[in-house]
């Protein structure tokens, strides 16, 4: 069986922007608000945490202070991807060399690649690092799908251990566990599919949701993985509004809008993405009130 970094949920942490730069002082307060809670682990500079909009050196020092901040509590995996194979090689061991845990890797995106030349791309970067690493599949972003096969293929490297799997398609991933079995474990990329997965024998997610509710969101998963399946159920079903709500613009507008209602101060997002939009912040309220997260 592959190592397994964490078994729950974790966390796509939003990276809080002022005029200065990346607010460490709100990250820090962010980071200390999701270990208290109980999260599985940290996932730092994804998706929802605007890496591409990112200076290396702004990725490079929020990593770092991740790792510093949770000394230990918790796994911080950082996103180490890039569409350059040589870029994510140096990231990722540059990633290893400050401590983190593991390397969330995703698929290479606008010059894309073959089936062949994601298996070429991810054992490269493999065999570069002793980092646990977790293939990204996110194929409405990048343009680029891991089929099954692949995932087979890519299962036979020690430190591949794992994918987050947000193609949407159940089918593809019942494929994948019916490969791979305990050589891939899969992580939820979808909060609105986390039970779902989890009865295909997924280990957790890697979340937006857990931002605003880190505790429910644990609690999910782990009601499921020990035996509590209607519990688990129910409130995968209690979540699926709130959840619409915070994937109603583009990750991750709605979730940074959603902490700053909550009295966090993350900032806007940077440039394409831009703020709510009155309606959605309207709506979004709605739903966070409905939820139990706004009196």
Same mark, same amino acid.
């Given at each position: 069986?592959?190592?397994?970094?964490?078994?729950?949920?974790?966390?796509?942490?939003?990276?809080?922007?002022?005029?200065?730069?990346?607010?460490?002082?709100?990250?820090?307060?962010?980071?200390?608000?999701?270990?208290?809670?109980?999260?599985?682990?940290?996932?730092?500079?994804?998706?929802?945490?605007?890496?591409?909009?990112?200076?290396?050196?702004?990725?490079?020092?929020?990593?770092?202070?991740?790792?510093?901040?949770?000394? %230990?509590?918790?796994? !911080?995996? *950082?996103?180490?991807? &890039?569409?350059?194979?040589? /870029?994510? @090689?140096?990231?990722? =061991?540059?990633?290893?060399?400050?401590?983190?845990?593991?390397?969330?890797?995703?698929?290479?995106?606008?010059?894309?690649?073959?089936?062949?030349?994601?298996?070429?791309?991810?054992?490269?970067?493999?065999?570069?690092?002793?980092?646990?690493?977790?293939?990204?599949?996110?194929?409405?972003?990048?343009?680029?799908?891991?089929?099954?096969?692949?995932?087979?293929?890519?299962? %036979?490297?020690?430190? !591949?251990? *794992?994918?987050?799997? &947000?193609?949407?398609?159940? /089918?593809? @991933?019942?494929?994948? =566990?019916?490969?791979?079995?305990?050589?891939?474990?899969?992580?939820?990329?979808?909060?609105?599919?986390?039970?779902?997965?989890?009865?295909?024998?997924?280990?957790?997610?890697?979340?937006?949701?857990?931002?605003?509710?880190?505790?429910?969101?644990?609690?999910?998963?782990?009601?499921?993985?020990?035996?509590?399946?209607?519990?688990?159920?129910?409130?995968?079903?209690?979540?699926?509004?709130?959840?619409?709500?915070?994937?109603?613009?583009?990750?991750?507008?709605?979730?940074?809008?959603?902490?700053?209602?909550?009295?966090?101060?993350?900032?806007?997002?940077?440039?394409?993405?831009?703020?709510?939009?009155?309606?959605?912040?309207?709506?979004?309220?709605?739903?966070?009130?409905?939820?139990?997260?706004?009196?």
């Amino acid at each position: 069986m592959k190592k397994i970094l964490f078994k729950g949920c974790g966390t796509a942490i939003v990276t809080p922007f002022d005029e200065n730069g990346v607010n460490f002082k709100e990250f820090e307060k962010l980071i200390e608000f999701q270990i208290s809670e109980g999260i599985d682990a940290l996932i730092v500079c994804g998706t929802t945490g605007e890496s591409s909009c990112m200076t290396l050196e702004e990725r490079k020092q929020t990593i770092e202070f991740a790792v510093k901040i949770a000394n %230990k509590r918790v796994p !911080i995996i *950082a996103g180490t991807g &890039a569409n350059c194979t040589k /870029s994510a @090689i140096d990231f990722t =061991k540059w990633a290893e060399s400050v401590g983190v845990d593991g390397a969330l890797i995703v698929t290479p995106y606008y010059n894309k690649t073959t089936q062949e030349g994601l298996i070429a791309h991810y054992t490269a970067i493999a065999n570069s690092t002793s980092l646990p690493i977790i293939l990204y599949s996110v194929p409405s972003r990048t343009g680029v799908n891991i089929t099954p096969q692949t995932c087979l293929e890519l299962s %036979k490297i020690s430190n !591949i251990v *794992a994918i987050k799997e &947000a193609s949407g398609n159940l /089918s593809q @991933i019942a494929e994948i =566990k019916a490969l791979c079995r305990e050589n891939l474990h899969i992580y939820s990329g979808n909060d609105d599919q986390i039970v779902p997965i989890l009865s295909l024998g997924g280990l957790g997610v890697i979340s937006v949701l857990s931002n605003i509710a880190p505790k429910f969101t644990h609690e999910m998963v782990t009601n499921f993985l020990n035996g509590k399946i209607i519990e688990s159920t129910d409130m995968q079903l209690d979540s699926i509004y709130l959840t619409k709500a915070l994937f109603s613009e583009v990750n991750p507008i709605p979730v940074k809008a959603a902490l700053n209602i909550l009295g966090y101060n993350v900032g806007i997002p940077r440039l394409p993405l831009i703020e709510m939009t009155e309606k959605g912040q309207e709506k979004l309220k709605q739903e966070m009130k409905q939820f139990g997260l706004l009196k």
